[in-house]
């Protein structure tokens, strides 16, 4: 990519801050999830969500859903902090941010689909850690659910040129990302990153955000941005894609992200990949109307 | 004087919606998975709850705690859990049964293997659909095919096998006249282009379509039987391996291995794994169905 083509990157990612509608809550709530568990206080979290009425509702409904499987709803933000955990509490209420942090308006690709496939790949990449004893299951929550942050930033600063690439991803049925870079010249792995560090958050999303279709060039956060490489991959052949048919066959074991994530996680191979595709199929109806409710 | 509670055994009325699934289905959802490798998915968890009714008719067993305990048990369960089998996997057979089994057939395999055979002096195409039943899956295959006829596979000869150990099914599936039920994923295009009415009821299939397959009687156990199908390109075997046990499952299975061409691959039915069978062939993911696949030779070490 050209020094060129970075500097209009930067330069439009710019402009996107000065957009009304990013919660005030969002900001201080990433700085949080950056920091360990230790740091952040529960009655900070709780403080800073009550500022938001819409978010604190958006929250307790999200946190009611079986997807986080609780015996008895939480009725305050107090509550569900206290039998969801707090990491896990933070990821809800970034979800629900998220939703209202980018206006309605003209999209060249359906929020809705885009949020299943954000949300799913979320939640993919949280059962997939399940299985590993030494991943951080939250963490990867966060990465999966923001890895795409690029189609947003596409959608707004940079419209037209995606809605070619868009188009032709349909026509020819090919991946996105490699539609982007045939007719944009950059994919939404820059402009992802671009806003990513703009909005300072935690290295290894960025990572995540900046290399899900590359994991060969990421420095940092390997096993993190393999899991969401794979994650991602599994999400869009099982009906939580981009709302298009991708020609495309995918080959888990074989793929360079499995080996990379395997020497990190050995009980990787433990994992029965069969029943895990199948067990996300339960999951897809559980997400198209956790969509609805949260960003309907 | 008191009446002692009515507990004389009623019949139990379908179950029609997930909501009323009770949490011992997935006990025996797990069971099912773990024998067959067959996985009902939550929200058609309930189809497996209507096929446990019956069977739990059958037995006059009144709840499902006591079904379990047929299934797991009590004497015969092994008997019964084949059984269950045979009422969950009922009513599956239709044409044009997977849509996004026979996308990823045309869409991503047939561009693979063409153009991975075209380096290859014969141009010819070799689907086996073993265990066919009344022949509705070949004749699916086949006009998928003859779609592809005049692009993809210009030029090609294509060979459909299909065998089925029923003599009665095989004659069934030679005639190939269907009615609405087998008929109802089928398009008006697929209807009008490739079928001819009957009677009011019926439609059959045009003579273009039968002339790519070859139907015959074959049964999956016998070894020199299975020897002679060689050099496939595609394999289908949907909802058949459930009708044998462990040893003779794994030998069949091995065989579908060594009948498929390098790059070849071989299609359960959609909700079928094959688990801990063979641990040759890759899993691959397309959009909305797995298969397994034979590596090509410079893959095969992978």
Known sequence: MTANVTATIRERVQRIETMPAIPAVFLPLLKMLASSTEEVRVDEVVRLVSYDNAIAAQCLRVASSPLFGLAQLPQSIKGAVISLGLRRVETILLTCCLGQAFPAGKWSLDPDVFWRHSLGCALVCRKFSEKLAAADREKAYTAGLLHDLGFMVNCQAFSEEFSVAMERACREEIPLHQAELATMGFTHCETGRALAEKWGLADDVVEVIAHHHAIEQSQKAQPLVALVHLSDLLCRMRGLGYGYYERHKLNLISDPAWAILLKEHCDLEGVDLVRFTFELDDAVEEIRTLVSTVFG | MTVAPQTAFAPRAPIKSAEAVDPVYRQIRDLVYRVSGIYKAEEKLYLLADGCARRMNQLRSRTPREYWDHLTAQPGHNGELRNLLNEITIGETCLFRSQPQLDALRKVILPEIVAEKSKQTTRRLRIWSA??????????????????????????TVEIFATDLNDRSVDTAKAGIYGDYALRNTTTYFKHKYFSAVDEKKL?????????????????????????????????????????????????????FKNLNFGGYFFLGTSESLMNLNDQFHLIHFPGSIAYWKPSLSNAKL
């Open chain 2, 131 to 156: 265990g066919c039943s009344t022949g509705e899956e070949p004749y699916t295959l086949a006009m998928n095919m003859l779609e592809e006829n005049e692009k993809l596979l210009k030029g090609w």
């Open chain 2, 204 to 256: 059959q299939v045009h003579p273009a379509v039968k002339k790519l397959i070859t139907f015959r009687r074959l049964n999956l156990q016998n070894d020199s039987e299975m020897l002679f199908m060689k050099a496939m390109d595609l394999i289908f075997c949907c909802n058949v391996l459930i009708y044998f046990d462990g040893a003779s499952k794994s030998k069949v299975v091995n065989h579908f």
